[in-house]
């Protein structure tokens, strides 16, 4: 009798606990609490990258456009080269917003960009109820890209930077690149979500995948209308002749090393991977800013001066240095 009672209630408890182990990680997936500005700032200043005064001192405009389904996407405009046609466009990651990718606008001021700072679907200023990790996200890419030739013009030429889900956005896009995209920097990004998920959930928090991962997986179709394994990073970079540069610490456990090293792989020719010991999860330019810079830029030049789109870099780095000083 008491046997029967024993099995009956696991019966009964089991399916609720999966049923509520499986909404909970759906959330931690799409929905997870985003971080507030301050306290992203607070990180940024104790590593010596950016400071909240440097950016509330800038000349800035806040901008805003619609994505292919209707949501109000936001983000501020840097024109720190008024008139200029080279624009970065600069994808932060998962529960952050736009005020992380400040720590990039000295790097790419250096090279003559104006740059669009942009909150990520669901994050900052912009509308959106989940993130899909570059299923929509890639088509937000194009919209801003439509913006700045609808703005400054069809002459433009666009560099894209993401880091960690904004990593993964950027090489997302590659499968539907405009021409007028001439590199993509990826720091951090994940190979592939299923296999991220994976490791997240069965590394990460010592959670057994099934049947977890099949029924988050359903979930996410049903709700938030796409399926992990929509998202392949690798698949997208597999024919793309746009020059990349990956990047990725050499100690992160959250989006594993290993992911930069198979894109790299997997991708043909120009590529470069740069991979910063010591670093943890999106913290590789912290740990070893000179170095960055000097792989991004040797980036962009070689891109660029394929390309035709030659300029001054020693005058823009006498324009910088004059600046900092001041």
């Known amino acids: 009798m008491i046997y029967s009672m024993i099995i009956f209630a696991i019966t009964m408890t089991l399916p609720l ?3 509520g182990m499986t909404k909970f990680a759906f959330r931690q997936i799409t929905q997870m609490k985003l971080q507030k500005h301050e306290n992203i700032f607070e990180y940024l200043e104790s590593t010596g990258v950016y400071s909240r005064q440097r950016f509330n001192s800038l000349e800035k405009r806040e901008v805003q456009t619609k994505s292919k389904d209707g949501l109000t996407l936001s983000g501020y405009a840097l024109e720190t080269h008024p008139g200029a046609k080279r624009w970065m466009i600069i994808f932060h990651g998962y529960t952050v917003s736009l005020h992380v990718s400040t720590q990039y606008i000295d790097m790419f001021d250096r090279e003559g960009f104006n740059m669009l700072l942009i909150d990520q679907r669901r994050h900052g200023n912009s509308q959106g109820l989940y993130t899909t990790y570059g299923f929509h996200e890639k088509f937000d890419v194009e919209t801003w890209i439509e913006w700045i ?5 069809e002459e433009c030429v666009i560099g894209l930077h993401g880091q ?3 990593g993964g956005t950027v090489l997302e896009y590659l499968a539907i690149a405009d021409h007028h995209v001439k590199f993509v920097i990826a720091d951090c990004p994940y190979s592939d979500l299923t296999r991220l998920m994976h490791h997240q959930i069965r590394v990460l928090n010592k959670i057994p995948t099934f049947p977890l991962l099949k029924l988050v997986n359903r979930r996410m179709e049903r709700v938030a209308g796409f ?4 998202v392949s990073p690798l698949k997208a970079v597999e024919h793309s002749k746009m020059p990349v540069l990956f990047v990725h610490g050499t100690d992160d456990n959250y989006v594993p090393t290993y ?8 991708k043909p020719e120009p590529k470069q991977l740069l991979l910063v010991e010591g670093a943890v999860h999106a913290n590789a330019y912290s740990v070893d800013r000179k170095r960055y810079a000097e792989e991004v830029h040797a980036l962009i030049r070689n891109a660029l001066e394929t390309e ?3 300029i001054d870099v020693e005058r823009l780095y006498d324009r910088s240095d004059t600046a900092a000083a001041t």
């Not at 030739?149 to 013009?153: A, E, F, I, K, T």
């Not at 992911?259 to 997997?266: D, G, N």
């Open 17 to 19: 606990a999966i049923s």
């Open 149 to 153: 030739l609808d703005h400054y013009g």
């Open 164 to 166: 960690s889900l904004g």
């Open 227 to 230: 399926r992990m394994e929509q």
């Open 259 to 266: 992911m930069s090293k198979e894109l790299y792989e997997r």
């Open 308 to 310: 035709g789109h030659h």
